[in-house]
């Protein structure tokens, strides 16, 4: 996406397929939905060509007003004695300045500039955010960005990998143009021709059962006589689009924004400043304790350094962790002579 941004929009699809490649013979652990190192190569593809499709609608915008991996940092308790010159750092994917009645943000409750300056967070998932507008401002570490940074606009950009292969019922999104649809916008497939290339596209799952009532039911299934194919057919010629499969993908992208209030940002940073007063004491103490757990709602079995620190994981460990300098550390409780 920074490749996209910082080239005039060429050549990022180009630029993923090459930094993906360095990664073929590697020994990687792969998820059910990513299932291999094919099957990621063509989600990558398709979610950098429908980034470059939706980006114009999108807040962020190409050019010097999007900045990328932006750092802030902001003194937790200014003039303690005991934690005072300690910094909270936030490293933001991308801090940009937009128009203050950009559609895709809330409301302004507030009187900006010439710009509104935004902070998006970039995720994937294998599951879809919710819909709801403006649950971005409840995120955890957008709520500690916008206490570091001063910003209150967040959004999340959240790409939803969803696996390869097409069927009846399945929600896509165009790459390119075809028909009434515009690159970006979303359907969901009403067929897919036998062919394998191409599929019939509608606009939403209420359409997909008028075409299911136009063809019929012979008791509780879809007749399957030729006369009742024919018609389906014919509805889907009056109705539908017929795309070609390059032009479209599973994959897709949700963008969801929020305003976080002062208060919420100060309450970000209350729980900062006592993870911080946890991580000096326990370095004081020699105390770190195990608040790990292994069953819901606390599942800790996956997370690395439960492995590494807790099972005592050698391999692991040294494999995946790097001993940081403690001198820098050391310095912040050393007394003046």
Known sequence: MQFHHEHGGEGAFEDFQRRWAANKELSLSYTDNEKDWDTCNKMGSDMIRLYAAVQPS????????????????????????????????????????????????????????????????????????????????????????????????????????????????????????????????????????????????????????????????????????????????????QNAVLAPLSAITKQRIQFNAGYVSKESADDAGRNAGRQIMGIVNAWKNKEWSNTFGIRYPKDDRNDSYFRAFVLQDDGYKQQNFTKSDEQSFDELFQEDD
């Open 58 to 237: 999108l807040p962020i915008p190409m050019g010097g007003n999007s900045v990328w991996q932006r750092k802030y940092f902001k003194e937790v308790f200014p003039g303690d004695e005991n934690y005072g010159g300690i910094e909270d750092e936030g490293k933001l994917d991308i801090v940009c300045y937009v128009d203050p009645a950009h559609p895709k943000l809330p409301k302004a409750t507030e009187k900006y500039g010439a710009f509104r300056p935004l902070i998006v967070d970039i995720k994937t998932s294998a599951v879809d955010f919710p819909d709801q507008p403006g649950m971005a401002a409840f995120d955890a570490q957008l709520r500690r960005y916008s206490w570091v940074s001063g910003i209150r606009d967040v959004a999340l950009l959240w790409f939803v990998k969803k696996g390869l292969g097409y069927k009846k019922g399945y929600s896509i999104s165009f790459i390119e143009a075809v028909g009434s649809f515009g690159r970006g916008q979303e359907g969901v497939i009403a067929r897919v021709e036998e062919e394998g290339d191409s599929a019939w596209i509608v606009y939403n799952d209420f359409m997909l059962g008028e075409m299911d009532r136009a063809q019929g039911k012979k008791g509780d299934k879809l007749d399957q006589t030729n006369a009742a194919k024919e018609r389906a057919f014919n509805w889907l010629e």
